[in-house]
């Protein structure tokens, strides 16, 4: 008789040997909410480590789903992982559904310090109800840059983080643009934690 299941069942039974287990949680701004628990074999293992879940997990609100968020281990105390925000992006799914055709889609990607001196890069879409001139999108773009410089300039990251991702950002932005142009979205579909401050714990770098 084979063998074979007998050995590939003591391989899973050593794979997890030895490993504890940790329960991770979002940050205090998002009200320090369980995402889940990971195994490791030592606590330093999961320094680093980077954790997705969608806003929904943490709002619990479905309206929130499409959102995805990334979080990263940069403590560890007893058998609980904590973690500072990493970035976000709207799901593939979700951003292909807001595309139409005879549109524009005016796209601006932009390099911000909040006020305590967090590097972040974002990413934001507004798109139009209808095709719109090269020099709208131009104006749209710079109004794009002059809100979420002047907000992460007075906002710390905590603040801003929460904003962006709750869409207060994306509204100020829709506010002004809709002055230029017809508009039927604006938001910031993805963004970045590039650096922290030096007194701050070294952000791994990441794919």
């Given at each position: 008789?084979?063998?074979?299941?007998?050995?590939?069942?003591?391989?899973?039974?050593?794979?997890?040997?030895?490993?504890?287990?940790?329960?991770?949680?979002?940050?205090?701004?998002?009200?320090?909410?369980?995402?889940?628990?990971?195994?490791?074999?030592?606590?330093?293992?999961?320094?680093?480590?980077?954790?997705?879940?969608?806003?929904?997990?943490?709002?619990?609100?479905?309206?929130?789903?499409?959102?995805?968020?990334?979080?990263?281990?940069?403590?560890?105390?007893?058998?609980?992982?904590?973690?500072?925000?990493?970035?976000?992006?709207?799901?593939?799914?979700?951003?292909?559904?807001?595309?139409?055709?005879?549109?524009?889609?005016?796209?601006?990607?932009?390099?911000?310090?909040?006020?305590?001196?967090?590097?972040?890069?974002?990413?934001?879409?507004?798109?139009?109800?209808?095709?719109?001139?090269?020099?709208?999108?131009?104006?749209?773009?710079?109004?794009?840059?002059?809100?979420?410089?002047?907000?992460?300039?007075?906002?710390?990251?905590?603040?801003?983080?929460?904003?962006?991702?709750?869409?207060?950002?994306?509204?100020?932005?829709?506010?002004?643009?809709?002055?230029?142009?017809?508009?039927?979205?604006?938001?910031?579909?993805?963004?970045?934690?590039?650096?922290?401050p030096l007194q701050q714990a070294p952000i791994a770098a990441?794919?």
């Amino acid at each position: 008789m084979s063998t074979k299941p007998a050995k590939t069942a003591k391989h899973i039974r050593d794979k997890w040997r030895g490993k504890s287990w940790y329960m991770v949680i979002a940050p205090s701004f998002f009200g320090n909410i369980e995402l889940g628990s990971i195994p490791a074999q030592e606590e330093k293992m999961l320094i680093g480590r980077v954790v997705e879940a969608t806003l929904f997990d943490i709002t619990g609100d479905f309206s929130h789903h499409y959102l995805k968020m990334f979080f990263q281990i940069n403590s560890v105390e007893g058998k609980t992982a904590k973690t500072i925000f990493k970035g976000h992006e709207y799901s593939r799914d979700y951003l292909r559904s807001l595309v139409r055709r005879r549109t524009t889609k005016v796209d601006g990607l932009f390099n911000l310090v909040t006020k305590d001196g967090y590097k972040l890069r974002i990413a934001v879409s507004a798109l139009t109800l209808s095709r719109i001139k090269t020099s709208q999108e131009k104006i749209i773009r710079e109004m794009m840059e002059k809100t979420i410089k002047e907000k992460a300039a007075a906002l710390t990251l905590d603040q801003f983080v929460q904003e962006m991702v709750l869409g207060k950002i994306a509204s100020d932005i829709y506010n002004q643009a809709k002055l230029v142009a017809p508009l039927r979205h604006v938001g910031i579909r993805k963004s970045k934690l590039i650096s922290a401050p030096l007194q701050q714990a070294p952000i791994a770098a990441t794919a």
